[in-house]
C-alpha cells in the first residue's frame, strides 16, 4: 500500500518500519544473536516480510510475519505492561533456508512459495520450494568447463509464475532474460554490448513493466523500464 518502508540499522541488528505519512519510525528487535540483517522485501498484503541475514559467514532467509499493527507489539509495551500486567502480541520469525548459495541476488515468490537463487556450481539460475526444501535449476548451461556464462539478479512477477534475471553471455555482456517456472525455455528481452553490469530490481504490480539498472562501458549509468 505504500504506506511504509522496512530498512534495517547501519549494524545490521535491527529492523526499522517507518511511517510514510508522518515520518515517525519504529524498531523491531529481532533477537537473533549474532545475525547481520540485509536485503529486506514486503510480501504483497504487507503482512510481513522477508529479509536475508548473515550469521558467521553462513547466508540465511527468514520470515518476520504478525508484527503489524506495530503499537501492540510486546517488545514495544514491555516496560508498560510490567506495571499493568497486560499482555501483547509478539511477532513470529523463522528462518527459511541457509545455504552457501543464498546471497541477495535472488528473491523470494510473491505467493511465498519459493526464493529464487544462482546455483554457483554452474552459475545457472534456480528456485527453492521453501515448502519441501527442493531446488530446480531453470538453465541448463553446463559446466564451467563448458561456459562461463551466468546468471545473477532476480526477481519474480507478481503472479509469481515468471522471474525476470540478469545473464552475463558468452560474450562478456549482459543480457535481460525472462524465463517461466514451469521449464519453458528463456526469453531475452534486452542486450546491448554496450552494458557491462546490469541489477533487475523488480516488476511493476501490473507485470507491464520492470525496473532494472545498466551500467555502461562510457561509465554511464542508467535506470530503466
Known sequence: DSKRIAFNDSEGKVIKIMNVDDG???????????????????????????????????????????????????????????????????????????????????APSPDGRYISYVHWD??????????????????NKGTWDESDEFAEYSRWSPDSKQIVYDWYNEKGFIELRIIGIDGSKPLILYKNEEVTWARTYGWSPDGKQILACFSRKDGAEQIVL
Open 122 to 139: 554452474t552459475g545457472d539460475l534456480g528456485i527453492l520450494e521453501i515448502g519441501t526444501g527442493k531446488k530446480h535449476r531453470l538453465t
Open 24 to 106: 515517525s519510525i519504529e524498531d523491531i528487535e529481532t533477537g537473533l544473536v549474532g545475525a547481520i540483517i540485509y536485503h529486506l522485501d514486503w510480501s504483497p498484503d504487507g503482512e510481513r516480510f522477508v529479509f536475508g541475514g548473515a550469521t558467521g559467514g553462513n547466508k540465511e532467509f527468514w520470515f518476520l510475519e504478525d508484527f503489524l499493527p506495530l503499537d501492540k507489539l510486546a517488545q514495544k509495551n514491555e516496560k508498560e505492561n510490567l506495571l499493568t500486567g497486560k499482555e501483547e502480541k509478539d511477532f513470529k520469525i523463522r528462518q527459511v533456508w541457509a545455504d552457501y548459495e543464498l546471497y541477495s541476488e535472488g
